[in-house]
């Protein structure tokens, strides 16, 4: 497949050289033709010297035969711009730009544009590093009405079958870090003593779900859960 990157940073550089690890054509975006400099000699995609939003400069870069482009220069403007142009005008459904303010990056996904919010995500991960149990907010969909979580239990769910997780929480459990991978639960999987778990939760309950897990099981919730289990296995 073919695919447009706009920017030759680092990140574009890096993107460009996996895709062309992977067997696609790449054409490369850049207004100063000294960024090309990162691809180095060997790169088999094309330099294009222009402005990432420019028709011209996009028709240059093949986008109407392009699977998918990534707008990854260093201004959230000209990303978004792009993104939009190449989206609305040309008709590509894979777009995705990196935006760096996080709350513009939230009001594009609304939009229907996939955005990489650089700031948050890295503040995201060196919060989840400096204090373990702190919930790192790791994805949301593109209408915003989802977003996965991962967090670590308060010691009280240990043990708790991870189906009761769910329906005492309202999320829904993706997979689980244990011991440092990653796992798919099966169905009568239970929490154990450090696992991470990587939920799925409304929007609207993020906060809710996070301050139910990282504190006390609430006793009566345990026992209400139980009996609800109890009578759907009789019904």
């Not at 997979?175 to 799925?200: I, S, Y």
């Not at 929007?203 to 006390?216: D, K, S």
Request: proline share 4%.
């Amino acid at each position: 497949m073919h695919f447009v990157i706009m920017g030759c940073g680092r990140v574009g550089a890096m993107l460009a050289a996996s895709l062309v690890d992977r067997g696609h054509t790449v054409a490369v975006i850049d207004q100063d033709p000294a960024a090309f400099a990162r691809l180095g000699r060997d790169f088999a995609g094309e330099r294009v010297a222009g402005l990432g939003f420019d028709r011209t400069t996009l028709e240059r870069a093949h986008i109407r035969e392009a699977a998918g482009f990534a707008a990854v220069s260093s201004g959230d403007n000209s990303n978004i711009i792009a993104a939009r142009v190449v989206r609305e005008e040309f008709g590509v459904r894979r777009v995705v730009a990196r935006i760096y303010d996080p709350h513009r990056a939230e009001v594009y996904e609304r939009l229907g544009i996939a955005t990489v919010p650089t700031v948050r995500w890295a503040a995201a991960q060196v919060m989840g590093r400096l204090l373990p149990g702190t919930p790192e907010r790791q994805y949301r969909d593109v209408s915003g009405a989802l977003t996965m979580i991962a967090l670590q239990p308060h010691p009280s769910w240990i043990g708790t079958p991870l189906s009761h997780v769910e329906r005492e929480t309202g999320s829904r459990v993706a997979h689980l870090t244990r011991f440092g991978e990653g796992v798919l639960p099966g169905v009568d999987a239970h929490v154990q003593d450090g696992d991470r778990l990587h939920l799925l939760v409304p929007t609207g309950q993020l906060e809710r779900v996070e301050t139910q897990l990282a504190h006390q099981r609430d006793e009566d919730e345990v026992r209400e859960s139980y009996d609800r289990a109890l009578r759907g296995e009789r019904e």
